[in-house]
């Protein structure tokens, strides 16, 4: 059975710093899937913060370029997303995901792949 489970989120001021983790079970990370971070605030619809395919390559949306990092611990078997410079506008709750091929689909979104439950990031 495939698990998503993330970790880090919490509250922090504008222009702080929060590295979130996603720890997967069933599934490698590593190099087998694209795997990302999504993000979904009240009232809005979910979307992708960034991915990183299975040979590396990454994405950002345009609001998080040069803020957030996404990077891969293939011996832990994790996905971490570091936020840098946070402003109000990001928070949200933040989702770790895989999708199911190796690599990224421009229009990878929820519901397909397998999603975690989610920790939120408050910024104030």
């Known amino acids: 059975q495939v698990q998503l489970v993330e970790s880090g989120g919490g509250s922090v001021q504008a222009g702080g710093s929060l590295r979130l983790s996603c720890a997967g079970t069933g599934i490698h990370l590593s190099s087998a899937f694209c795997v990302g971070w999504f993000r979904q605030a009240p009232g809005k619809e979910r979307g992708k913060v960034a991915t990183?395919?299975?040979?590396?390559?990454?994405s950002y949306a345009d609001s998080v370029k040069g803020r957030f990092t996404i990077s891969k611990d293939n011996a832990k078997n994790t996905l971490s997303l570091q936020m840098y410079s946070l402003k109000p506008e990001d928070t949200a709750m933040y989702y770790c995901?895989?999708?199911?091929?190796?690599?990224?689909?421009?229009?990878?979104?929820?519901?397909?792949?397998?999603w975690g439950q989610g920790t939120q990031v408050t910024v104030s």
């Open positions: 995901a895989a999708d199911w091929g190796r690599f990224c689909d421009g229009t990878w979104n929820y519901p397909r792949g397998y």
């Open positions: 990183i395919d299975g040979d590396g390559s990454t």
